[in-house]
């Protein structure tokens, strides 16, 4: 089973920077995708960065060139850089993990974090 733990959400001003983290216990087999997801009120659960085992990473057009996704494959820790933030970026940040189990794809969300940014 895996457990994933998200940390770093808060309340930045428009144009400010936070660093979102998630830390992954358990067994995560390769190949796996892990990355970010958000979901703001009344709306759907969008993707906003995912970043391969392999190495490639895949991000959102509305965060592309200010959000970075990275990992360290060591501590099973995913990282989110967002600079430049905006109040649309306001959401529930959730961490995300894809991978192989047996013969069966599996996925692993953390519990979420708050990022508010104000205007």
């Known amino acids: 089973q895996v457990q994933l733990v998200e940390s770093g959400g808060g309340l930045v001003q428009a144009g400010g920077s936070l660093r979102l983290s998630c830390a992954a216990s358990?067994?995560?087999?390769?190949?796996?995708?892990m990355g970010w997801y958000r979901q703001a009120p009344g709306k759907p659960r969008d993707l906003v960065a995912t970043a391969h085992s392999g190495g490639r990473t895949n991000y959102a057009d509305s965060v592309q060139g200010r959000f970075t996704i990275s990992r360290d494959a060591a501590k099973n820790t995913v990282y989110l850089q967002m600079n430049s933030l905006k109040p649309e970026d306001t959401a529930v940040y959730y961490c995300y993990c894809n991978h192989l189990s047996g013969l069966t794809w599996r996925d692993y969300w953390g519990q979420g974090t708050q990022v508010t940014v104000s205007s």
């Open positions: 358990g067994t995560i087999s390769s190949p796996n995708t």
